[in-house]
């Protein structure tokens, strides 16, 4: 059987379960301050981008196995480079 979606929001759906067993394991670990869409733009930045073909199976492969230290740099990063980081209103 072949799936097939028709937008990412689609398929963000699809793969939420592996996204929020990820996001309890990082939790379990002591990385608390993750949320499911971060995870998923992630690997829509990184992992993703150029890749062709992807299948369900892989995609939910990348989100359990990735190392849970790479998702945390990303998340910090993206913070320390928002508007919010160092303002004190």
Wanted: no cysteine; charged share 35%; proline share 1%.
């Amino acid at each position: 059987m072949e799936n097939r979606f028709t937008s990412q929001n689609e398929l963000y759906l699809k793969v939420l379960p592996a996204l929020k067993t990820k996001k309890n394991e990082m939790a379990r670990e002591g990385i608390r301050f993750v949320r499911e869409i971060d995870l998923w733009e992630y690997h829509k930045e990184f992992t993703w981008r150029k890749v062709k073909g992807l299948t369900l199976a892989s995609i939910v492969n990348d989100i359990l196995n990735t190392d849970s230290k790479l998702y945390a740099d990303y998340i910090i990063k993206k913070y320390e480079e928002s508007d919010n980081y160092g303002r004190k209103d």
